[in-house]
T-cell receptor, first 114, second 110 residues
Framework: EAGVTQSPTHLIKTRGQQATLRCSPI?????VYWYQQALGLGLQFLLWYDEGEERNRGNFPPRFSGRQFPNYSSELNVNALELEDSALYLCASSDQGPLSYEQYFGPGTRLTVT | GNSVTQMEGPVTLSEEAFLTINCTYT??????LFWYVQYPGEGLQLLLKATKADDKGSNKGFEATYRKETTSFHLEKGSVQVSDSAVYFC?????????FGTGTRLQVFP
């Protein structure tokens, strides 16, 4: 069974640009979560999508947004990039079934803002 | 609110030493508890979990027991290997997200 995949692996942008990160969940999983892992700050919850809807977001400004497509893949968009947005962005998926709350993570996209 | 506190690292051990990484939590209700591991340059992998009090999660020689009375979920391994060198994250679940501790780096030397 294929795991969670993310693209691109690395992304380099300049301040003020926009970044788009992509995630494909495990087949059969309907929920996608996004987390930011910034240096020294641990893992912070960004967004949760389920069945195409945004269900919850963490304490991040509105320039962090995303969507979930009918095939349950997801996109994270970061507008007006700032230097402190440099981080590893991790996507996770779950099936919200009887073993819900168990999330499976992708390898991440490392975003560097210069 | 909900939070997870982990012991600070790095934890440095010799191969075959005993490992304990402490984790305590604050939560409303009865969350599920997890340990995730992150090897260098990789994403997170689920190491083990426990979904209710007194449950013991185990995998690859690692164990952790869900202790409601002490709100703890300490990670243990009887004999560590160099290949166990990684960052370990304790986490609790809410319906909409995982809440992570800050991570503990483990370094194992031959």
């Amino acid at each position: 069974e294929a795991g969670v995949t993310q693209s691109p692996t690395h992304l380099i942008k300049t301040r003020g640009q926009q970044a788009t990160l992509r995630c494909s969940p495990i087949s059969g999983h309907t929920s996608v979560y996004w987390y930011q892992q910034a240096l020294g700050l641990g893992l912070q919850f960004l967004l949760w999508y389920d069945e195409g809807e945004e269900r919850n977001r963490g304490n991040f400004p509105p320039r962090f947004s995303g969507r979930q497509f009918p095939n349950y893949s997801s996109e994270l968009n970061v507008n007006a990039l700032e230097l402190e947005d440099s981080a590893l962005y991790l996507c996770a998926s779950s099936d919200q079934g009887p073993l819900s709350y168990e999330q499976y993570f992708g390898p991440g996209t490392r975003l560097t803002v210069t | 609110g909900n939070s997870v506190t982990q012991m600070e690292g790095p934890v440095t051990l010799s191969e075959e030493a005993f490992l304990t990484i402490n984790c305590t939590y604050t939560a409303t209700g009865y969350p599920s508890l997890f340990w995730y591991v992150q090897y260098p340059g990789e994403g997170l992998q689920l190491l083990l979990k426990a979904t209710k009090a007194d449950d013991k999660g185990s995998n690859k020689g690692f164990e952790a027991t869900y202790r409601k009375e002490t709100t703890s979920f300490h990670l243990e391994k009887g004999s560590v290997q160099v290949s166990d060198s990684a960052v370990y994250f304790c986490a609790l679940s809410r319906t909409d997200k995982l809440i992570f501790g800050t991570g503990t780096r483990l370094q194992v030397f031959p």
